[in-house]
């Protein structure tokens, strides 16, 4: 039998091996060889609130890790859902992240079409949270959640006025929340960001609202808004006086302002598994603490199960809210 280098046997032979091996290696040789440039975390929001500066410290922490450059862009509109299908339709190579928040999980639920399907998004993981506060005016006269919820049963069928971030967005279902858990009334009145939003309730426009402790928590310590409640499951670190309205007896008023990563459908699963293990790493670093804990933000690293268990479970529990209480996009 001719076995020389020459033989049609051999050649077969060695070109069977090298496919066979071609076929092994891409998945670990991506991942080795990610990232080759800069990569790009889309912020959905404009620059300055609770998920820009989650997404930025993340871009920090994550950049060091990897050894490239990660550039954040702010892409805001129609409540996140410009910078979402900008993701959703970018290459999937890697090179573009989405630092989402709430309405990526909703938006399909609050809207009659949407330019992109929720599968479109890949979760990738965790970044944090900025947890929710239920904030009044100085003039209202309460000061926790019994008390509040009182008042706002006083005034009849108007209720209390609550000022939100505009159709779906955390404050508005805080305040679809205490109307379930409690019966009272609350008055919608919407802004284009929570700032305003918090803005009104300083000028005495509105009674209330509920914002991202960063928004919040100066004016709280300066003795400009009255804190009532966080609708996080545990006390603010920066903040730990706050009771949590699970403490106070309303524990489905529960939610906060969360951000996490997410990535194209078809980016290459080393690529996930690779950002996913670098995120986690960073957000669980001292230096990230430092930086955001004493604004009132919460690293909550989790690995992409976790973070794909969280999306599954917040979708279900706030579309039965969005569904019973006919929450619509404006």
Known sequence: MNTSPRSPLRATLVVATMLTLGALSPAPAIAQAWPEHPIRFIVPFTAGGANDLMGRAAADGVSKRLGQPIIVENKPGAGAVVGAEYVAKAKPDGYTFLV???GVVINSELMKSMPYQDSDLIPVGMIGVAPSVIVVN????????????AYAKSKGAQGVTFSTA???STPHFVAEMMKDATGANFTIVPYKSGSEGMTAVLANNVDGTSEASIVVLPQIKSGKLKAI??????RISAYPSLPTTAEQGFPTVQIGHWAGLFAPKGTPQPILDKMSAELQAAMKSKDIADKLVPQGIEPAPGTKAQFVSFIA???ERLGKL?????MKAE
């Open 313 to 315: 479970a917040e979708r």
């Open 166 to 168: 505009g159709s779906g």
């Open 138 to 149: 100085t003039a209202v006269p309460a000061s926790n959640m019994k008390e509040f919820i």
């Open 322 to 326: 969005i569904k019973k209480a006919g």
């Open 229 to 234: 409640a966080t609708t996080y499951t545990t």
């Open 100 to 102: 989402g928040a709430v």
